[in-house]
């Protein structure tokens, strides 16, 4: 019997077991991860961003613990010697309507507490001659990073502080009695006293599996990269992104540097034909099935068929995926787009199609589950931890 056990090897569940064993130094801890590797599907396929927390609706868990996050892992980053940059980002609009949104996102930022500045036309050219716009919002606080690499230095403290991490291991049952909870793979069983589950694209069936009636259904969003060739790797010094469209969850296509030193392009949002399966047209009969069944998913394709048609265009076409990048970087050609691997966003739409925004992290008396960790989360993982921590009760033995 563990005092603990987590499931999921993201950066949310190797974050949480950390902050486990940091809170209780003596207990005994166990993290299941099914892929090969720790952080292998989201928190390895990402933009790398450390989000400043401006987009987020003020008061939201997302505006609240991106600014903790984004804070939090530069601090951790820098005490483990990870690399990571505060380049800054810049906001571009290109037209009126961008314009007017950018002056809503500047209101929004101060009620958000952050700092930052709008720029003028001049000012834009002035800091970045390949960008063009009728003016941008200045992030000075946004910064790049290795999330899989926060992950792996997250996951020595916690082998350090004596956890168990176990790798290719999937959960396949999930059990909960008044005393503890059973955990079941096809090969072993184990029990803990209390549960984490953190299963990223996964979640709405590893709440199933527990009992919980969910009302939400992951749908698979696939976020397509390009990169640019290395002579252009330094075509701009900050992150570039468009002004966001404040009724659609994900960000826009922007530039942004990594931490390796490449500058991507990316990513789209399409909807996905499978949760885990990285490749173009990558197919899963039971995860198109699965939200083909659910009511939501129509809801959602009838309020965004416009938007759903123009990704899935752009997607099949170089040319269209490069006219939205050129829209503030001009001088971008169709051979600066070079392949890149696709990360796969996990978007919970509850039954009567509402896109959930906002983290969302449900409680039964033995465990713990998280329901919704999209973006910003890799930025936000170390307070989310914190607060799975604070909902948790002590181990046996203390
Ligand atoms: C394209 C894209 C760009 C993004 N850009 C950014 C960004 O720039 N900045 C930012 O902050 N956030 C970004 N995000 C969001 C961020 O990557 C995620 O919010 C974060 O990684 C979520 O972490 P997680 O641990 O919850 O999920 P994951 O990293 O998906 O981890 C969940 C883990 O659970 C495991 N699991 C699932 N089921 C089981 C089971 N039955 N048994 C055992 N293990 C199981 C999975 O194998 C997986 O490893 C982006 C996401 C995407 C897809």
Redesign the pocket.
């Known amino acids: 019997m563990y005092d603990y056990c987590v ?7 190797v974050a949480t077991a950390r902050e486990i064993l940091r809170r209780h130094p003596d207990a005994s801890l166990l993290l ?4 090969g590797s ?14 400043s927390g401006i987009y987020y609706e003020p008061g939201s868990l997302k505006a609240e613990l991106s600014r903790r996050g984004a804070e939090a892992t530069k601090a951790f980053a820098a005490e483990h010697n990870i690399l990571f940059d505060v380049r800054g980002k810049l906001l571009v609009a290109t037209n009126p309507v961008e314009h007017a949104r950018m002056v809503a996102l500047y209101e929004r930022s101060k009620v958000n507490g952050l700092d930052v500045e709008v720029i003028d036309r001049a000012e834009l050219i002035r800091r970045e001659p390949a960008v063009t716009g009728t003016g941008a919002l200045f992030v000075p606080t946004t910064g790049i990073v290795d ?1 899989r690499r926060i992950t792996d230095v997250l996951a020595d403290s916690v082998r350090a502080a004596g956890g168990e991490i176990k790798l290719g ?4 049952g999930i059990t909960e009695s008044t005393d503890g909870v059973a955990i079941d793979s096809l090969e072993e069983s184990w029990s803990a006293t209390q549960l984490v589950v ?5 979640a709405d069936r ?1 709440a199933r599996l527990a009992g919980i009636a969910v009302d939400f259904q992951i749908i698979p969003f696939r ?1 397509e990269y390009y990169e640019l060739p290395e002579h252009r790797s330094k075509l701009v010094h900050h992150l570039i992104y468009p002004i966001p469209d404040p009724d659609l969850p994900f960000l826009g296509v922007h530039l942004s540097p990594t931490a390796d030193g490449k500058l991507t392009v990316g ?1 789209n949002a399409v909807l996905g034909l499978a949760r885990e399966k990285y490749r173009k047209f990558g197919f899963d009969g039971r995860d198109v099935w699965e939200y083909l069944r659910f009511r939501g998913f129509y809801s959602v394709a009838r309020a965004n068929m416009r938007t759903g048609m123009g990704e899935m265009r752009d997607s099949l076409s170089k040319r269209g995926y490069l006219a939205r990048c050129r829209k503030y970087c001009p001088e971008l050609t169709r051979g600066d787009l070079l392949p890149r691997e ?5 978007q919970a739409v509850l039954r009567d199609g509402t896109l959930v925004h906002d983290f969302m992290i449900e409680r039964t008396p033995r465990s713990v589950h ?1 329901l919704n ?9 170390l307070p989310i931890a914190e607060m799975i921590a604070d909902k948790l009760g002590q181990p046996r033995r203390s």
């Open positions: 499931i999921g090897g993201g950066i949310v569940g299941l991860e099914k892929a720790l952080g292998f599907h989201q928190t390895g396929h990402n933009s790398g961003v450390i989000h999330y291991v999937e959960v396949v953190c299963a990223g694209l996964q590893m976020g990513p696709a990360g796969i966003r996990a998280v960790a999209p973006s910003p989360a890799a930025t936000s993982a």
